[in-house]
């Protein structure tokens, strides 16, 4: 089975893979079957879990299955040691937009708060491996909450984010409202969760919302390579730069610099901080094990 994964990934680099393919890699991906999602390892090491929303008659609306997919596809990515970084993207129209209005349209308060609707979204944000999303196309909604919740967003040129809730007589409901602000200050996120008013990608890059911008048909290839770039470092010591850097936004600056201190100090105790400091001493490049 592990044999038939690699190479169902592999042939699915390629830009069109067959229908029969498509199904197999749904089959013998990580994690199961899925109904909503593509799942794969990439990279040339096979290091980058690969998850693409697939749900393309509803523009990627994230309905409760593709969400609960979302969850099993990255506890499995969480659990497998060969996987360093994880990729979430959509297609080149839409990466999603937004939760699924259907769904929601005859739900009740009653039903929203009992259940805690939604709350199994949270799983995104609560992993411990770096996550990029690779957003081309629409970013609405849910959708833009989504890819909030990664580490590292990239977007490709026809990227669109917003918060049109307001349109719908509802507001943000998956983080909007504060990883928005935090991530690009309050005026610009007031106006977008007011008015309900879109950005585009060069002024998602302006404002800090995202990190790069590729032309479309590269944005996916580049996330992967940073996904790469990351999964041969420590695994280890990723988690704990991830830890660090989260943390700037719920400590104090006192308290989030006395927890980068002792997670600094707890590097010292990996084989992994002793290996690249030698290696460096030694012109060679660090052969990390994740101890
Ligand atoms: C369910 C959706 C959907 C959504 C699109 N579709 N968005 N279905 N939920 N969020 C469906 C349409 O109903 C349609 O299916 C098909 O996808 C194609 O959409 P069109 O509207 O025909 O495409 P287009 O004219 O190109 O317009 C694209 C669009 C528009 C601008 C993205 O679809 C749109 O405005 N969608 C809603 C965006 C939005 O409001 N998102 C926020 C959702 S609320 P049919 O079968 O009808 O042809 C939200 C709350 C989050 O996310 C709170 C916590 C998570």
């Known amino acids: 089975m592990a044999f038939l994964c690699r190479n169902v990934g592999l042939v699915l680099k390629s830009s069109r893979a067959a229908p029969a393919l498509l199904s197999a890699a749904r089959l013998y991906s990580s994690g199961g079957q899925y109904e909503y999602i593509l799942v794969e390892k990439r990279g040339v090491q096979n290091n980058v879990g690969f998850i693409q929303l697939n749900r393309p008659k509803a523009l990627n609306a994230l309905c409760d299955g593709l969400m609960r ?45 009992g259940g805690n609707f939604l709350a199994h979204w949270n799983r995104v944000s609560t992993v411990r491996k770096p996550v990029i999303a690779a957003v081309n196309g629409f970013a609405l909604g849910g959708g833009c909450e989504l890819a909030m919740m990664c580490d590292i967003i990239y977007a490709g040129e026809n990227a669109q984010f917003g918060q ?5 007589g509802t507001i943000p409901g998956a983080g909007g409202t ?7 200050g309050k005026s610009l996120a007031m106006e977008m969760v007011l008015t309900g008013d879109r950005i585009n990608a060069q002024e998602a890059k302006q404002s800090g919302l995202v990190s790069k911008v590729y032309p479309v048909d590269q944005l996916v290839s580049q996330a992967v390579q940073c996904g790469e770039k990351i999964a041969i470092n420590s695994k280890l010591v990723s988690a704990m730069a991830k830890e660090a850097v989260n943390a700037a936004f719920e400590l104090t600056l006192a308290e989030g610099n ?33 101890q």
């Open 69 to 113: 997919e979302v969850g099993k596809a990255l506890d499995a990515f969480e659990d497998d040691p060969h996987i360093g970084a994880v990729v979430i993207t959509g297609s080149e129209r839409a990466f999603a937009a937004g939760a699924d209005i259907k769904e929601m349209q005859n739900r009740t308060f009653q039903e929203c708060y």
């Open 258 to 290: 006395r927890l980068e201190k002792r997670l600094f100090h707890a590097t010292f105790a990996t084989d992994d901080r002793k290996e690249g400091m030698t290696a460096f001493v030694e012109k060679r490049k660090a052969n990390f094990k994740d």
């Open 178 to 184: 504060q990883r928005l602000t935090r991530a690009v």
């Open 164 to 168: 049109p809730e307001i349109l719908l």
